[in-house]
């Protein structure tokens, strides 16, 4: 039961209340696991806790399965209810929604969560192998704090506030306030960058070890502005960044300024240029011309928004960017890129293989990096010519 | 709706299944919320959702509140079953649960939820503001997926395997694998330290700017030898490391190695030693002998385990901990520790007010670190005296 009195809270403190926004559903779900459980003690559990929800003027219906243990459901007149779903091997569930501000909501459904907890303990006090009550799910309120990773695991951002939230034509922009990452960047459902994110920026631009000064650099994608901000710094030649979206140039330069300080402010500056539009033409048009780059950074999204007729499929996608990136990049040059989260190993062996398809050979590396917002290990790639 | 295209997911994959452990009780939570919803609109989505659930052989309850929207229940022969909750201004709830192996849970209510969605399209393609699909939160197996942080936010961990799980005296010990960090050390339901947590450990040793060479080191805690291991590296003079859980040390010593190395197969070295022992004893004994560290490492966890009776609240441990540091500390001796997630600002300042109520005055510097596997950003202090 040790694990009880624990949380990852090593200093004393009562917990924060979350910036209240709107009215949500409160879900809040927990369970018992139960030793050597009987069909008797499944009855049991029924008859100890009915009491405990019936006090709370909740109204009762119950399913019995027979083979498969029982729901009881609970409905209290003010639209809460809950389930107590029982399972014959002794696994114990008591779900409560409510629907109030976030506070009065939790305060109601973990009151009588206490009063459940008493009572199992009266009961089954040694038999119970394992609690667990999970923190609140809000539903349906203006904020949404559920941005799961790319490996499909269910995460809980503390995001206070809805900065900006806009269609453009090719996708949704989000900006969403997070307390400890400040503004986070999300497209079309997809966490891209918060200001907390340096580390990001600074892996697809090779970690420090690379030298921009006097250098030509092509950042495909990128609208957020950090790369750009990062490589202005340090005197290059001449940066061209190719982004589709200005309306993800006009929410980053408003509000993600932590990443992009001013150089949004204007398109042209005095080593770099900003080009609204989808990369394909543009870097056809350059390995046309003969133009080539120290330095090509894909930032671009995962899910494709050029609307360039040739890719097939994402893969091939892919592979089109990579060999027209090829054909503007310098012998010696590299080629910076994100590739996926560590976990898809699937997804991050087919990229690699594309790299053996590419029109040139090339080699290349990986680093992984640990990116404050993403709440997972993130793998990028260097590759040059062979 | 652009929204649900993407989750963060940069490269096209298949999601990895997950290992499947045991079964499972499976909860699949989604809503829609709609636009200028009435009461006859609340009527309309149930009367167009019963047929997806009866197709399945589902049997309904209804419970309708007039003034608070609906409660559909339906209920499958095999156990599983279904809310539906219609709230009147428009939010739409259905929540699934399904008792299986993982992947067959997840398939079943994927498939209705999907018929639900289809639906929901037919029937308010214009009117719907948003749909969520949470991932499938897993109840009742034998791994544990669960860990909140610190400032109370559901996160769910990449957790494959238990790889030890034993109450000591003190506290609950668990070290369980996580396909990303390695292996985690949990205690009492603490995230304490993965083995990708390299960060952690550097930002306790004051983040490579001390010279450790040739150096007197007190570490407290610190069981799962982290800190030890590298410090020892540094050749400083002596480490003396006072960890109260011989137990701690058996389970990192054994599971824990990419994190404490081999210097936690004996509890002495050529320039350490560890003391299985209350530290507070032992600081009073050093401080009596006039025993001088140049520093001293606090990573004890944050609920006190100690049994010195000093201590009325936790905050009088930790000043007790802090003065009697203070005492074995050298004049230009520098004292460090972890403070807590940024997020709990209330419990960060608190604890600063206790450095200004300490025997003797001191100072103090924080950073802000970002430990993998705690998906939280943290604050460590560096104290030292004036």
């Given at each position: 039961m040790s694990e009880l009195l624990g949380g990852k809270q090593r200093l004393p403190e009562l917990m924060p209340l979350m910036k209240e926004t709107s009215e949500t559903a409160v879900w809040i779900c927990s369970h018992w696991e139960l030793q050597g459980c009987t069909a008797a003690d499944c009855n049991a559990v029924l008859k100890a806790l009915q009491p405990v929800f019936q006090e709370q003027g909740m109204t009762e219906t119950v399913h019995n399965w027979e083979d498969h243990g029982y729901l009881a459901t609970y409905i209290q007149k003010n639209g809460s209810f809950a389930n107590l779903r029982i399972y014959p091997h002794g696994l114990v569930l008591v779900d409560l929604q409510s629907y109030n501000d976030q506070t009065k909501g939790r305060e109601e459904t973990d009151r009588l969560l206490d009063k459940v907890e008493e009572r199992m303990k009266e009961l089954f006090h040694g038999n119970i192998k394992r609690v667990k009550r999970l923190p609140a799910i809000l539903r349906g309120g203006a904020i949404d704090r559920y941005w799961p990773t790319a490996d499909g695991r269910l995460v809980e951002y503390?995001?206070?506030?809805?900065v900006y939230d806009e269609d453009s034509p090719f996708q949704n922009i989000k900006i969403l306030h997070s307390k400890q990452f400040g503004n986070i960047l999300i497209l079309s459902g997809d966490v891209n960058l918060?200001?907390?994110?340096?580390a990001y920026t600074q892996a697809i631009m090779g970690s420090g070890k690379e030298n921009y000064a006097g250098k030509e650099v092509l950042i495909l994608g990128?609208?957020?502005?950090g790369i750009l901000y990062e490589i202005v710094k340090l005197k290059p030649k001449m940066v061209t960044m190719v982004e589709i979206d200005q309306m993800v140039i006009d929410g980053c330069k408003k509000y993600m300024r932590k990443t992009c300080g001013d150089v949004l402010d204007n398109l042209k500056g005095e080593c770099y240029q900003v080009l609204i539009e989808d990369c394909i033409p543009v870097l056809k048009r350059y390995a046309k011309e003969g133009r080539m780059f120290d330095y090509v950074i894909n930032d671009l999204t995962?899910?494709?928004?050029?609307?360039?007729?040739?890719?097939?499929s994402t893969w091939e996608f892919l592979r089109l960017i990579l060999d027209l990136s090829m054909k503007v990049l310098k012998q010696d040059g590299k080629y910076f890129t994100q590739g996926n989260c560590i976990n898809l190993t699937d997804a991050l062996t087919l990229y690699e293989e594309q790299l053996s398809r590419l029109y040139c050979p090339v080699e290349f590396s990986k680093e992984i990096v640990c990116?404050?917002?993403?709440?997972e290990l993130w793998v990028f790639y260097t590759i040059w010519k062979k």
């Amino acid at each position: 039961m040790s694990e009880l009195l624990g949380g990852k809270q090593r200093l004393p403190e009562l917990m924060p209340l979350m910036k209240e926004t709107s009215e949500t559903a409160v879900w809040i779900c927990s369970h018992w696991e139960l030793q050597g459980c009987t069909a008797a003690d499944c009855n049991a559990v029924l008859k100890a806790l009915q009491p405990v929800f019936q006090e709370q003027g909740m109204t009762e219906t119950v399913h019995n399965w027979e083979d498969h243990g029982y729901l009881a459901t609970y409905i209290q007149k003010n639209g809460s209810f809950a389930n107590l779903r029982i399972y014959p091997h002794g696994l114990v569930l008591v779900d409560l929604q409510s629907y109030n501000d976030q506070t009065k909501g939790r305060e109601e459904t973990d009151r009588l969560l206490d009063k459940v907890e008493e009572r199992m303990k009266e009961l089954f006090h040694g038999n119970i192998k394992r609690v667990k009550r999970l923190p609140a799910i809000l539903r349906g309120g203006a904020i949404d704090r559920y941005w799961p990773t790319a490996d499909g695991r269910l995460v809980e951002y503390d995001i206070d506030e809805v900065v900006y939230d806009e269609d453009s034509p090719f996708q949704n922009i989000k900006i969403l306030h997070s307390k400890q990452f400040g503004n986070i960047l999300i497209l079309s459902g997809d966490v891209n960058l918060a200001e907390s994110d340096l580390a990001y920026t600074q892996a697809i631009m090779g970690s420090g070890k690379e030298n921009y000064a006097g250098k030509e650099v092509l950042i495909l994608g990128g609208g957020d502005g950090g790369i750009l901000y990062e490589i202005v710094k340090l005197k290059p030649k001449m940066v061209t960044m190719v982004e589709i979206d200005q309306m993800v140039i006009d929410g980053c330069k408003k509000y993600m300024r932590k990443t992009c300080g001013d150089v949004l402010d204007n398109l042209k500056g005095e080593c770099y240029q900003v080009l609204i539009e989808d990369c394909i033409p543009v870097l056809k048009r350059y390995a046309k011309e003969g133009r080539m780059f120290d330095y090509v950074i894909n930032d671009l999204t995962a899910v494709p928004i050029s609307t360039s007729p040739e890719e097939d499929s994402t893969w091939e996608f892919l592979r089109l960017i990579l060999d027209l990136s090829m054909k503007v990049l310098k012998q010696d040059g590299k080629y910076f890129t994100q590739g996926n989260c560590i976990n898809l190993t699937d997804a991050l062996t087919l990229y690699e293989e594309q790299l053996s398809r590419l029109y040139c050979p090339v080699e290349f590396s990986k680093e992984i990096v640990c990116v404050p917002s993403y709440m997972e290990l993130w793998v990028f790639y260097t590759i040059w010519k062979k």
